[in-house]
């Protein structure tokens, strides 16, 4: 079977590695080659690690290596000069974080991001 590129947002020195479109100024949280908004030139751009949870929620089934009740949300990660991408996170230990709550990313565990309330990271 052939492999297929994990497309999951990965962190380099506490920042998500991405790209920002340099004629549309979309933020991505994907390397990809092209704008998905317009296809026009992308350049890098990293994101975070700061940012703000537009919706979250506690999830009661288990899936895969997380055991319930686990926390997702997604949030907007803070662009050098404008907003950056919406990821999905998952909160270390876990709780409520209500859409507006100030988070930080804590980093990508291999693939999925972490993030804790904003000020209580490493
Ligand atoms: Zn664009």
């Known amino acids: 079977m052939p492999e297929v ?3 999951r947002p990965r962190c380099d ?3 998500v590695v991405g790209v920002r479109c340099s004629e549309c100024a979309t933020p991505s949280a ?3 080659g092209r704008c998905p908004r317009c296809l026009g030139q992308v350049v890098p751009e990293s994101f ?3 940012g703000t949870v537009w919706s979250s929620a506690n999830v009661h089934v288990a ?3 997380y055991t319930p009740t686990y926390t997702l949300a997604y949030v907007d990660l803070d ?3 404008s907003i950056g991408p919406r990821v ?3 909160l270390r230990p876990g709780g409520e974080v209500p859409p507006g709550t100030r988070v930080e990313i804590d980093g990508d565990d291999g ?3 972490w993030f804790v309330p904003a000020g209580t990271g490493a």
């Open 48 to 50: 975070g690690p700061i």
């Open 63 to 65: 899936v895969g290596e």
């Open 79 to 81: 662009g050098a000069d």
């Open 111 to 113: 693939g999925d991001l």
């Open 88 to 90: 999905l996170a998952h």
């Open 13 to 15: 020195g506490g920042l």
């Open 5 to 7: 590129a994990d497309p």
């Open 30 to 32: 994907w390397v990809v």
